[in-house]
């Protein structure tokens, strides 16, 4: 496995999403940027939420997935799965997210993150996806990615190095995942 590092920066801005039961705003939509992050206890900088009550916020401050699962997706779905899609603003590479554990703590840049929770996939994921039981299937496969709060704001780069220093006291994601949505 290569060393952990941050395959891609993902932003975006709040806009019109359609889904069964009519348009509704968010900022699932993300597209990958060159450009340093700035990351602050409400997320990146340059990044927009719609649904603050679901979406950001100190312990949803960054949505991270690794390029491994999301290469798992394309071959899953026939279909190529690039960076952002599944509306992350930090892609990994080199972490098996899914044995992190709450309250690892990661070194990026200048930052410093904290993991604190599984992704729960909801219905503008499924219309992101076009596919309105994709969230379950997400669910099923427990290839969540995980939100990290800032514990240390700071720059964060594509290509920066991930140290992570493990709280291996606590449960891995997949365990937390698993047990919130009744899977595994």
Known sequence: MTAPRVASLNVGRVMPLPTPRGTVQSGIVKRATAAPMRAEQAG???DEQADHVHHGGAFKAIYAYAAEDLAWWSHELGRDITPGLFGENLTTEGLDLGTAHVGDRWKVGSAELVVTEPRVP?????????DPRFPRRFARALRTGLYLSVAVPGVITAGDAITVVPNAD??????V?????NVG
């Open 177 to 181: 995942a698993a047990e919130m949505m």
């Open 170 to 175: 606590s449960p891995t994601i997949r365990e």
């Open 122 to 130: 909801c219905s503008k994921f499924a219309a992101r996806m076009e």
């Open 44 to 46: 990146f900088v340059d």
